[in-house]
């Protein structure tokens, strides 16, 4: 009988129980006897219901309570146990809250958003099935149910992205995200694999417990140490679920999904797992600094480089797209400096005001009927009022004003970079520090475009393909299940950096988290001396080298977009030279079209002929039956049917058996 709570069963499964009646009773799969009111009210109930179970355990946790314990052994394989578990901690408590209350808001934000479109049952069971991973995910006491939830946050995704599956663009993107993500997974279970060889078991703690050991063994016939290799494997993973360099092309494209879809994914589930899993096993991380220098200058150039494409995307969403790859930079860099507890409050401010931005984009996307193109809107924040002043709120979060939300977590991540000693730390400030003139210039432009400025949005091409519709009458703001969950999200957007800071990262509360750290790696120290209490690291901001850049990218971004339009126009003819590969991305889809995956397809067709063809089909499989043959048609004609040959046959094998032992025992 299972040891568990029976509140962390409530908070995993709940939302699983929703998407099945949703997904079984609201679609044609039992006949579709569940209306459309109904699969929206049970989805939302029971994720409200592991929502508010969350808030509970996370105030259990503040007040001490921990818990390790298996819900269900699965299977033994002699000494190995492949388990179902639970770990609630203070990293899966935040995480839990986080999740839910993301995914509440976007459910109830869907209502509205989803409201004319034919999928709307079916959208429903996925978005609840996505929840019920990502919690799988993050609850997870173990290495099996980790990549279980990784795996299936990886195949809801692709339903997701690919929901409007009779458009080419959407099913292109879902493949598109799904094999990127497989080379990411293919890294994460080797990770796995070499930690379960060395330790002999799936268990986190148990691993954990041996990191010292785990840390002295090294790869056989190879002087390269165990560890380093298998944390390069797993930070592979995290690379492609958090869409880190080179394994970052999929996240852009995943915008062919709908708009909730796309808070979902970027604030909450999938892109934060990978941030998640290495801050979960940094017991381990903390012994190599060879992938703690990887980790902070791949998210260094994520960070400065990805943001820069965000500057000349004319799509709403892609621009948030963009601005998502550089911020899940930053927290990787956090990771890299060692300074977990910062990497998960960033991620936990970064959840609330993305969620917030990109709920906002979709709020205007309905009021200029669909359309997604900013060239053709403008002037919209007399017609949408509360959706401009959200949107301003989650802008003014996400390029870290001070005593905003973004620039607590934002401004510590910069400081981190500076203060740590580890290799390639210095360059990762650098465009950090640089980072930030950047993401306020996409920001910006992308606020004063839409909101700003002249009127565009009854001059955009009609685009029934992806459901642009003429405009017919003037913008007007949502309706309220549309902009409550604006409301709410702006909130903690707003004051989660006031409230959380010291808590979550100078405080007890990730104290665990905050004790793996080993010596050399002390920039989370150098942050507590620095940190007089958030008046006065908020009062300081203003006076800092990142609050400068952040100031002249506003007046770069309101001179050339409110000001001077043309301004941007002459910009971009001065950055000729650069704008062929800015537009394709730095080349990297070109790369996999055009180079990878023709190699892949080489391969494959290579092993297809000669490895499955010709070795296992041809030798193997065909050949051994040829083989058979060959001796039932000679064997058959020692079957004559006569007793005196059977008898003759066994005198003569039984002679032969006496002679073979009066030889051996001579």
């Not at 146990?81 to 209350?101: H, N, Q, R, W």
């Not at 796995?192 to 050991?213: C, D, K, M, P, R």
């Not at 785990?214 to 298998?230: E, I, N």
């Not at 070109?590 to 397809?601: C, G, S, T, Y």
Request: glycine share 8%.
């Amino acid at each position: 009988m299972s040891n568990v709570p029976f509140i962390y069963q409530i908070i995993a499964f709940a939302p699983l129980v929703g998407a099945l009646l949703a997904g079984l009773f609201g679609t044609s799969f039992l006949g579709k006897p569940m209306s459309r009111f109904t699969a929206h009210r049970v989805t939302i109930f029971f994720v409200l219901i592991s929502t508010i179970c969350s808030f509970i355990v996370l105030f259990d946790v503040i007040a001490g309570t921990r818990f390790d314990g298996t819900l269900y052994i699965w299977s033994m394989i002699g000494g190995l146990k492949l388990e179902i578990g639970f770990l609630i901690d203070p990293l899966t408590a935040l995480m839990m809250v986080v999740v839910t209350s993301v995914s509440l808001m976007v459910h109830i934000y869907s209502i509205g958003y989803m409201a004319d479109d034919d999928g709307y049952e079916r959208f429903f069971s996925y978005i609840s099935l996505f929840t019920f991973s990502m919690l799988m995910l993050v609850m997870a006491n173990n290495m099996l149910q980790l990549f279980f939830g990784w795996e299936a946050v990886g195949l809801v995704s692709y339903l997701l992205i690919g929901f409007y599956y009779d458009r080419p663009t959407a099913v292109f993107a879902n493949m598109k995200a799904f094999l990127i993500n497989r080379v990411g997974d293919f890294g994460f279970i080797l990770g796995i694999g070499l930690l379960l060889s060395y330790s002999g078991t799936l268990n986190y703690a148990e691993v954990f417990g041996q990191s010292e050991q785990l840390s002295l063994q090294t790869l056989p016939g190879t002087d390269w140490m165990m560890l380093t290799v298998a944390t390069i494997c797993l930070f592979v993973g995290a690379m492609g679920k958090s869409a880190q360099v080179p394994l970052h092309s999929w996240l852009p494209d995943s915008m062919e999904g709908p708009t909730p879809i796309s808070a979902l994914i970027h604030a909450a589930t999938m892109v934060t797992a990978g941030i998640f899993m290495v801050a979960r096993f940094s017991p381990l991380f903390e012994y190599s600094d060879v992938t703690l220098s990887l980790i902070i200058v791949v998210g260094a150039i994520g960070a400065l480089f990805l943001g820069v494409l965000g500057i000349i995307q004319n799509d709403i969403k892609r621009v948030i797209a963009y601005s998502t790859l550089s911020q899940l930079g930053y927290m990787t860099v956090a990771l890299g400096a060692s300074v977990y507890s910062v990497a998960i409050f960033h991620m936990m401010t970064h959840a609330f005001f993305k969620a917030l931005l990109f709920l906002g984009a979709g709020s205007v996307i309905l009021a200029v009927h669909h359309n997604q193109d900013i060239r053709y809107m403008g002037g919209l924040r007399k017609y949408m009022p509360l959706t401009y002043v959200t949107f301003l709120i989650g802008t003014l979060a996400l390029t870290a004003i001070p005593f905003f939300s973004g620039y607590y977590s934002k401004d510590l991540i910069i400081n981190a970079a500076g203060a740590s000693n580890v290799w390639g730390a210095e360059f990762a400030y650098y465009c950090v520090l640089i980072g930030a003139f950047v993401s306020t210039v996409y920001s910006y432009r992308l606020l004063f475009v839409v909101f700003h400025g002249e009127e565009r949005y009854d001059q955009a091409p009609v685009d029934e393909a992806h459901g642009h519709h003429a405009m017919t009458e003037k913008p007007k703001e949502s309706p309220w299940t549309v902009t409550l969950p604006l409301a709410l999200l702006a909130i903690p957007s707003m004051v989660a950096g006031i409230l959380f800071t010291q808590p979550l990262v100078f405080g007890d509360f990730f104290a665990e988290l905050n004790q793996v750290q080993h010596a050399g790696h002390d920039a989370l120290r150098h942050l507590a001396d620095e940190w007089h209490g958030w008046v006065a690291f908020g009062i300081h901001g203003f006076t800092s080298v990142a609050f400068m850049l952040t100031v002249a990218g506003i007046v770069v971004s309101w001179y050339c977009y409110i000001l001077n339009p043309r301004a941007s126009g002459c910009v971009k003819k001065a950055f000729a030279w650069l704008y062929p590969v800015l537009e394709n991305k730095y080349f990297f889809d070109w790369i996999n079209e055009k180079v990878i995956a023709p190699l892949a397809r080489c391969l494959g067709t290579g092993l297809w002929r000669r490895g499955d063809e010709r070795l296992i089909d041809g030798l193997i499989v065909n050949g051994s039956a040829r083989v058979v043959g060959a001796l039932a048609a000679v064997s058959r004609h020692i079957q004559s049917g006569y007793i005196y040959h059977y008898a003759f046959a066994m005198i003569v094998g039984l002679m032969v058996l006496i002679t073979f032992i009066i030889l051996v025992y001579q």
